[in-house]
């Protein structure tokens, strides 16, 4: 089940009962929207091939399971 874009937006997520699993979607986003930010910022095209490895390594970094 996909989240409303309310949920997106605000990262309140009514259904869902693991907290660990919020966490980690809310993480997700927060970087998602950063990496926007910073591409759109410095004028670079976004790419879900560079997205996911730093997405990946930023879960190792901050030791996210």
């Known amino acids: 089940m996909s989240p409303a874009t309310e ?3 605000f990262g309140v ?3 869902c009962h693991d ?3 919020t966490g980690i979607l809310n993480y997700t ?4 929207r950063h990496y926007l930010y910073s591409n759109k910022l410095n004028e670079k095209s976004i790419s879900l091939k560079e997205f996911f490895p730093k997405v ?3 879960y ?3 030791n996210i399971k």
């Open 13 to 15: 997520f009514s259904n």
């Open 56 to 58: 990946e390594y930023k």
């Open 29 to 32: 986003i927060l970087f998602m």
């Open 60 to 62: 190792r970094l901050e």
């Open 7 to 9: 949920e997106i937006l």
């Open 19 to 21: 907290k660990k699993l």
